[in-house]
């Protein structure tokens, strides 16, 4: 995986602010919309905690792995908000939609595979932590 890419990109991305997750959203929602009736109708708190929570990740990538604690700590709300396994893949593609779009040019095969594997393993933690017992979270 290409950190520097994918936080140089994310610079970029990010600098759109609301209007990259304005997008994220739409595509998910048009893509999937069966999945809008869990957020809700007013998202601008949701928006700011995505964009947020996003930077926050990509800018400690490299120490994920040594304190996964943030994104362990989303996996257990996500899951108490009722996101399950299947809907992963489903946000993964319009976060990849949404990269694609503000990167324009920018947005390479490597440029994606790059976000394809952080995604997925930020993905694999946040559900594996929405899945340990109760107990265990406590």
Known sequence: MNIEALQSSWVQVGAAGPEA?????????????????????????????FLNGLGRIVTNVETLGADPS??????????????????YPVAGASLLA??????GEQWTPELAATWTAA???????????AAEPAAATA
């Open 119 to 129: 995604y997925g393993a930020v993905a694999e933690i946040m559900i594996s932590a």
């Open 98 to 103: 949404t990269l694609e779009y503000f990167l």
């Open 70 to 87: 943030f994104v362990q700590g989303l996996g257990r709300r996500h899951g108490k908000l009722g996101v399950i396994a299947d809907h």
């Open 21 to 49: 997750v304005e997008y994220f959203y739409d595509h998910l929602f048009k893509s999937h919309p069966e999945v809008r009736g869990m957020f809700p109708d007013d998202m601008g708190e949701q928006r700011t905690r």
